[in-house]
């Protein structure tokens, strides 16, 4: 199973659209793709930004999970069993509480995802933007869009 872990920059450049045709292409080609959305994450779990521990989150089309990273890979395989593919679109990179952005690395590094990451359209796009995200993600890093 490969997982991508597929987050924007904000909220609204495009990310479900691109996971959902990432998806639908995949599926044409014949492999079998689940497809996660992280809706929501608990506010009073991010308030709690020092503690570690569980933060409640929910994929479209599940009821709430609580997933520390640890858990996680049982988790989204019981939700994803027998997929070719896992498509997971994460939080919005920038204006994420330090607790989710916390969260999304740690994730990507016990799923062995690899990150591809939205930028949103801006003439004044500069390195500073990838490094960003570079720093944040290394190696698991595949591109940004």
Do not use: H
């Amino acid at each position: 199973m490969g997982v991508l872990y597929v987050c924007g920059q904000y909220s609204g450049v495009g990310t479900t659209a691109l996971c959902a045709a990432l998806a639908t292409k995949w599926r044409s080609a014949g492999l079998r793709v689940s497809l996660l959305q992280m809706t929501s994450l608990d506010p009073e779990s991010v308030m709690e930004a020092e503690q570690a521990g569980p933060i409640s989150i929910s994929f479209t089309g599940t009821n709430p999970v609580e997933l520390s990273p640890r858990n996680a890979t049982t988790a989204i395989q019981s939700i994803v069993q027998d997929a070719d593919i896992v498509l997971i679109e994460g939080r919005p990179l920038v204006n994420a509480s330090k607790r989710e952005i916390e969260f999304s690395i740690e994730l990507v590094r016990i799923l062995e995802a690899k990150v591809l990451g939205l930028l949103s359209y801006d003439m004044k796009l500069s390195t500073k933007s990838a490094r960003i995200w570079q720093e944040t993600f290394g190696e698991s890093l595949i591109g940004l869009v």
